[in-house]
């Protein structure tokens, strides 16, 4: 079949347009108009089957040159009454995915119901003869729709057949639906695209409204909320997942064990044991035996063998408080067990590997320790990898409200008294309170006011011990800037001499307010601890406060 030039060009021509195009609607328009240049036709429909495959949907028509894109909801039917709807052509067309093709609808019945075509051509005055339906079909050879070609034009421009142009109109079907294909494709991609960045977008929020909310209720079921908590808690929070030793560090009853309890039931090792040892409370053999257990007659009275506590905690934890107190010899067979991941029990010649995380704890300042020479300074870097600070309880804020109320609730169900409240001086009083025990003092301090009160009644200032009552509150910040008010500063004064005025009294503050504890100090001040002993020597500053530690 020889084609004319310009059709062929025009073939070509639309192979590059279709595949520039991804918008579905945009390349079925492209379609329908390259359809009329190829094959000279004077009009043109292209209609897709609906996502249900049950419908053909008119998309885009052209009658001459006019295109008009049509946004039909409800196309031709491929059924109706339980039966293939083959009186129309296009449906017949699609259902078979051959072409059709019609010399002249008006020419007595040929098969297809042309009535809406014959009442168009009423309405418009024009006349349709030929007709070629093509089916649009994927690699696969599933129909995606069909091409309608109406009034086939010959090189002049006068009414012809669509038979010589068979071939040809085959020929763009096929990449018109291979374009379509691909357009779908890249169409469901980009939903699925957007689908996924929405639920990643949901996610995120999700995750974020957790950790939030994680944040919130503090999940380690610890109370307190004040900053300083916040800050403890978002350093546990990087360590519960990981296997790392903790240091934990704090005046006593700041909730050591609390955190070290807490740690461990939101590890991976929740399900094993956790074993408390006090390694200040017990003498030194007695010690050593419970850690790493002994051997049947390795000393007088051992009569059996004995697990230490290493092996106790296997797989799990093994919290070691006040480990600034362990003896020297115990602290070099630590070392050990730390190093090695090994413990040999006393009196047996062999070790045997244990998986144990070893959370310590301390109220002493360790660095101190070191250099008196009664704190290994390898133990020390073995343990701190990781060490979490805890605030003391005048650094907490509303805290002690809110540990008060939920120690009020403790003792009053436990002692079955009606829960009674803070009266406001009360509430006043604690609040100013240092507490140098701190929360295992506070708690002692409600139970004693609980068993006090009558059921249901305010608990008084009078309720409280009377070294809480009568105690200087606390310094507060303010006082520190009244004292440093550029009224108050003495008029003839370098700035040098001003500045270390400054310097010293802003050190002497720091360090009563964490209770003369250097390693925390120099934290909190930011600077390394070697700097604050050489000002604290060169101020003379009076440690007479310092708590032995
Ligand atoms: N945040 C808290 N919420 C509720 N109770 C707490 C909290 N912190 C501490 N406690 C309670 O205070 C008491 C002291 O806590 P814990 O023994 O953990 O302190 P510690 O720092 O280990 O003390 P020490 O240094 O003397 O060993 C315990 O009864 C504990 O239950």
């Known amino acids: 079949?020889?084609?004319?030039?310009?059709?062929?060009?025009?073939?070509?021509?639309?192979?590059?347009?279709?595949?520039?195009?991804?918008?579905?609607?945009?390349?079925?328009?492209?379609?329908?108009?390259?359809?009329?240049?190829?094959?000279?036709?004077?009009?043109?429909?292209?209609?897709?089957?609906?996502?249900?495959?049950?419908?053909?949907?008119?998309?885009v028509a052209k009658w001459r040159d006019e295109v008009r894109e049509v946004n039909e909801t409800e196309g031709i039917p491929l059924q109706s009454v339980g039966q293939f709807n083959t009186d129309n052509i296009c449906v017949f067309a699609a259902l078979t995915g051959k072409p059709q093709l019609i010399d002249d609808i008006y020419a007595g019945f040929i098969g297809f119901d042309f009535s809406s075509i014959y009442e168009q051509?009423?309405?418009?005055?024009?006349?349709?003869?030929?007709?070629?339906?093509?089916?649009?079909?994927d690699h696969e050879e599933k129909t995606l729709g069909v091409l309608l070609l109406?009034?086939?034009?010959?090189?002049?421009?006068?009414?012809?057949?669509?038979?010589?142009?068979?071939?040809?109109?085959?020929?763009?079907?096929?990449?018109?639906?291979v374009a379509l294909n691909n357009a779908?494709?890249?169409?469901?991609?980009?939903?699925?695209?957007?689908?996924?960045?929405?639920?990643?977008?949901?996610?995120?929020?999700?995750?974020?409204?957790?950790?939030?909310?994680?944040?919130?209720?503090?999940?380690?079921?610890?109370?307190?909320?004040?900053?300083?908590?916040?800050?403890?808690?978002?350093l546990m929070d990087k360590v519960v997942a990981s296997p790392?030793?903790?240091?934990?560090?704090?005046?006593t009853g700041t909730g050591k064990e609390v955190f070290a309890r807490a740690i461990h039931n939101n590890s991976e090792r929740s399900n094993n044991p956790f074993i408390t040892q006090n390694c200040a409370a017990v003498p030194e053999q007695?010690?050593?035996?419970?850690?790493?257990?002994?051997?049947?007659?390795?000393?007088?009275?051992?009569?059996?063998d004995k697990k230490g506590l290493f092996d106790e905690a296997n797989s799990g934890t093994l919290f070691l408080d006040e480990i600034g107190d362990m003896p020297l010899n115990l602290q070099a067979k630590l070392l050990?067990?730390?190093?090695?991941?090994?413990?040999?029990?006393?009196?047996?010649?062999?070790?045997?590997?244990?998986?144990?995380?070893i959370i310590a704890a301390t109220h002493c300042d360790l660095e101190e320790k070191i250099t008196a020479g009664s704190f290994r300074e390898d133990l020390y870097y073995r343990l701190s990898v990781f060490p979490i600070f805890l605030p003391a309880l005048r650094e907490r804020g509303d805290d002690v409200i809110?540990?008060?109320?939920?120690?009020?609730?403790?003792?009053?169900?436990?002692?079955?008294?009606?829960?009674?409240?803070?009266?406001?001086?009360?509430?006043?009083?604690?609040?100013?309170?240092?507490?140098?025990?701190?929360v295992r003092q506070l708690q002692n301090i409600i139970e004693r006011a609980v068993l006090l009160v009558d059921s249901g009644t305010a608990i008084l200032p009078e309720h409280l011990p009377e070294q809480v009552c009568n105690a200087e509150p606390a310094e507060s910040t303010e006082t520190k800037s009244q004292v440093f008010s550029l009224q108050n500063l003495p008029v003839k004064q370098s700035l040098k001499e001003a500045v270390q005025d400054y310097e010293s009294a802003l050190i002497e503050r720091y360090l009563q307010a964490n209770n003369w504890n250097q390693t925390r100090t120099a934290e909190v001040l930011n600077m390394p601890r070697r700097t604050l002993v050489e000002k604290i020597n060169r101020y003379k500053i009076v440690t007479k406060g310092k708590r032995s530690h």
Do not use: W
């Not at 790392?244 to 005046?251: D, F, H, I, T």
């Open 244 to 251: 790392v030793n903790v240091l934990l560090r704090g005046e």
């Open 286 to 304: 007695l010690l050593e035996s419970e850690l790493f257990g002994y051997k049947k007659g390795s000393f007088t009275g051992a009569t059996t």
């Open 336 to 357: 050990r067990v730390l190093q090695e991941g090994e413990v040999r029990p006393l009196g047996a010649t062999q070790s045997h590997k244990v998986d144990v995380r």
């Open 150 to 177: 109406a009034n086939a034009k010959n090189q002049q421009g006068e009414p012809s057949s669509f038979v010589a142009m068979e071939a040809l109109a085959l020929s763009f079907a096929a990449h018109a639906a």
């Open 184 to 234: 779908y494709l890249i169409d469901a991609n980009k939903k699925l695209i957007d689908l996924l960045g929405e639920s990643n977008q949901q996610l995120e929020a999700e995750n974020k409204h957790l950790k939030q909310s994680r944040k919130r209720l503090n999940n380690y079921q610890i109370i307190g909320e004040s900053k300083a908590m916040q800050q403890a808690y978002a």
């Open 1 to 59: 079949m020889q084609y004319h030039q310009t059709q062929l060009q025009a073939l070509l021509a639309s192979t590059t347009a279709f595949a520039t195009e991804q918008n579905i609607n945009a390349l079925l328009k492209k379609i329908v108009i390259h359809a009329g240049e190829v094959i000279a036709a004077e009009g043109v429909a292209i209609f897709v089957l609906d996502v249900t495959k049950t419908y053909l949907n008119l998309k």
């Open 121 to 137: 051509d009423k309405r418009y005055g024009t006349k349709t003869h030929s007709l070629m339906v093509v089916p649009l079909r």
């Open 402 to 438: 809110v540990l008060a109320k939920h120690f009020i609730r403790l003792y009053a169900k436990n002692y079955g008294n009606l829960p009674a409240r803070l009266a406001p001086s009360t509430i006043e009083i604690l609040k100013s309170y240092s507490f140098p025990g701190n």
